[in-house]
């Protein structure tokens, strides 16, 4: 059974002994399992991308055509946008429409890709495609139209936040893919996609650093957006520290992503050497023939990091894919499935190579015959040559009756006026080929505007208003480092060099009280979402899926007493252990997961609990006695249930 189940290099390793009693109890057989199991399934991120190499070089025709049908619109619309942002005259007047497109545009993408992750999860899974009903596609489009656009402004923000940036990256790799239409509602793909995003953090980090592109597109949208716009709220003087500031950031994070760096590398120096290759080989003369750095601008960098993108992206789509495709299989043994329909496709192929081999030599046979006569072939080449015999007759004639034209039958050259030679060339001028090297003007607004336009302008010089008002505050904050010009008397002191110390210290104190202030909000969240569960049906505690988040301590409490009442102790001592863990999660103690074993519980409350001495003991003694009753062959009798209810007691009043 080693052998003909393994998957992958390492599976089928050498023996790996369980982990032995430590404390409190016996050491739960699932968790031993779950750990094992872990081990085994989790494939490095080297091997993850061998693995996402090889998928995408089985991949047909079709999932390429649906990725390239959704990626490249968004693409050449975002390329096109900054060109003509950047470059026309008269780009003001298309601020409405744009954004609109690119939304739309940015929508169509992801739905496109989710069409092509989709399929490329059918070739993991061996089965038969799932039809796309009109129910599913609006599934999906709603999926993506609503998780996905917050992801353009949530993964910079883990980013700068660090910690939470590969758990963010994942999640919207995830929704990608999971958001094929095929959940019923919203949350259960949030679900899905955040579980899933949680799994192998260390193998996540290091894909992203192997083969994501995402960092570099950030450090050219701060040089293309963020920059320019630094530079226009920022005061003067700090223009250096922003470059200095950026400059160092960008090093940063261009040192994370090295095979992005070498791909745009290699595509930028080509999209350098095309035109001298075009030049040398058709003797085509372009701009940038005649001087090199005129490509050197803003739209060579965005189209560099398009390219980059359009290269490695579905490398990171597929390694995500196989990410999904075994965290799912932890719970459903689809890669289990699909290595038995696999085996079972291969011994069907060499029946099918004989038939083929059969049927090669049949042809071949058949070929071999001498070919017969055919009356009517000859009859038709002969046809053929008399007609093409009249044609050059026809074609000497007529040489002969035309003759070269006379000098004097020419017209002649035709007198313009300057002033509609001006005319055409201020036509030719306005076009919009031409419009990219006249200067940017301030056009006139039309007499009547919709009263979309209107909000629109409005908002504009709110948002104007609040941005000079923001500069004023730091030109204001930043004055007592400014510079002072000579001769100016100079209020030096220990007061003035304690001003930095008093704003980083006020700087602390507000994020200190953001963070009170988030837990508290997170605090009360827990309490009301405790309070729903508990108007929920009771849970059935002989299923091994009950958690003791699901009802309040005194639910659980009432629950036992119900329990113990019907004739049932067992079922009442693992009531009274939840009602314990509910009380324990809600003094903040413990946090109750489904992951976790009673010896986490166990270890977590012996790192909280420090100014409660002696809840650590009497807690292990119930963990101790809980599995000897529940996952061993003790009995539940009435001498075991009071100490247990006495211990919980205990747990209860403990450093209340």
């Given at each position: 059974m080693d052998v003909f189940l393994r998957v992958g290099p390492r599976a089928g390793a050498g023996s790996h002994s369980l982990p032995r009693r430590n404390g409190v109890g016996s050491f739960r057989a699932g968790e031993a399992m779950k750990a094992r199991r872990s081990r085994f399934t989790e494939p490095k991120a080297l091997e993850l991308t061998e693995q996402a190499v090889a998928l995408?070089?089985?991949?047909?025709?079709?999932?390429?055509?649906?990725?390239?049908?959704?990626?490249?619109?968004f693409l050449l619309g975002l390329l096109y946008f900054w060109g003509d942002m950047s470059r026309?005259?008269?780009?003001?007047?298309?601020?409405l429409e744009w954004p609109i497109i690119l939304g739309f545009l940015f929508v169509w993408m992801k739905c496109w890709q989710t069409v092509w992750t989709g399929q490329l999860m059918e070739?993991?899974?061996l089965g038969e495609p799932a039809p796309w009903t009109w129910l599913r596609v609006r599934r999906m489009v709603a999926a993506q139209s609503a998780l996905q656009p917050a992801g353009l402004f949530l993964v910079p923000?883990?980013?700068?936040?660090?910690?939470?940036?590969?758990?963010?990256?994942?999640?919207?790799?995830?929704?990608?893919?999971?958001?094929?239409?095929?959940?019923?509602?919203?949350?259960?793909?949030?679900?899905?996609?955040w579980r899933q995003s949680g799994l192998w953090p260390v193998q996540n980090h290091w894909l992203i650093w192997m083969v994501s592109p995402y960092l570099l597109v950030l450090v050219a949208a701060q040089f293309l957006a963020i920059v320019p716009w630094l530079q226009a709220i920022a005061p003067a003087w700090s223009l250096g520290v922003v470059w200095l500031a950026v400059s160092l950031l960008s090093l940063l994070m261009l040192a994370l992503c090295p095979l992005a760096i070498a791909v745009a590398l290699n595509l930028a120096a080509a999209l350098i050497l095309l035109p001298e290759l075009?030049?040398?080989?058709?003797?085509?003369?372009?701009?940038?023939?005649?001087?090199?750095?005129?490509?050197?601008?803003s739209t060579w960098l965005a189209v560099t990091c398009a390219l980059t993108c359009l290269v490695l992206d579905p490398l990171v789509k597929a390694a995500y894919v196989l990410r999904c495709f075994h965290g799912e299989s932890r719970h459903s043994g689809l890669d289990l499935y699909s290595a038995l329909k696999a085996l079972r496709l291969q011994r069907t192929a060499p029946l099918v190579l004989l038939f083929l081999t059969f049927a090669?030599?049949?042809?071949?046979?058949?070929?071999?015959?001498?070919?017969?006569?055919?009356?009517?072939?000859?009859?038709?080449?002969?046809?053929?040559?008399?007609?093409?015999a009249q044609g050059k007759e026809t074609e000497a004639a007529s040489a002969g009756r035309l003759s070269p034209p006379n000098a004097g039958d020419l017209p002649a050259t035709r007198h313009i006026p300057p002033e509609q030679l001006d005319r055409s060339i201020e036509q030719v001028l306005a076009g919009r080929e031409y419009r990219w090297r006249l200067p940017r003007q301030m056009q006139q607004a039309k007499a009547q505007e919709s009263w979309l336009e209107s909000s629109l302008r409005n908002l504009t010089e709110r948002m104007r208003q609040w941005m000079r008002a923001f500069r004023r505050w730091l030109d204001e904050l930043s004055r007592p480092f400014q510079p002072k010009p000579s001769g100016a008397p100079s209020k030096s002191g220990w007061l003035g060099s304690l001003r930095p110390l008093m704003l980083g210290g006020v700087f602390v104190l507000l994020v200190a009280l953001g963070f009170l202030l988030w837990r508290r909000w997170r605090g009360r969240r827990t309490e009301v979402e405790v309070a729903c569960v508990a108007l929920a049906s009771v849970p059935d505690l002989r299923q091994e899926n009950v958690a003791a988040s699901q009802l309040p301590e005194e639910g659980w409490l009432a629950l036992a007493g119900e329990l113990i009442g019907k004739g049932e102790p067992r079922l009442a001592l693992r009531a009274l252990y939840f009602a314990s863990l509910a009380n324990l999660e809600q003094r903040q103690l413990l946090t109750i997961a489904r992951y976790k074993s009673n010896l986490d519980y166990l270890r977590e409350l012996g790192r909280r609990a420090h100014a409660h001495p002696g809840l650590q003991a009497v807690f292990g003694e119930?963990?101790?006695?809980?599995?000897r009753v529940w996952y061993g062959f003790h009995e539940a009798d009435q001498e075991r249930l009071a100490g247990f209810r006495a211990n919980v007691e205990r747990i209860r009043t403990l450093g209340r």
């Open positions: 995408l070089r089985r991949s047909p025709f079709s999932a390429w055509a649906a990725y390239y049908l959704g990626t490249l619109p026309d005259a008269a780009a003001s007047q298309r601020l070739q993991l899974e923000l883990a980013l700068l936040l660090t910690v939470p940036f590969a758990w963010v990256y994942a999640f919207y790799e995830n929704v990608t893919i999971l958001g094929d239409g095929r959940e019923g509602r919203l949350r259960e793909v949030w679900q899905r996609a075009l030049r040398m080989l058709f003797g085509i003369e372009t701009q940038f023939t005649r001087g090199a750095w005129g490509m050197m601008n090669l030599e049949l042809r071949a046979g058949m070929e071999d015959r001498p070919p017969q006569p055919d009356p009517s072939a000859s009859h038709l080449s002969q046809t053929q040559a008399n007609v093409g119930n963990v101790t006695l809980f599995e």
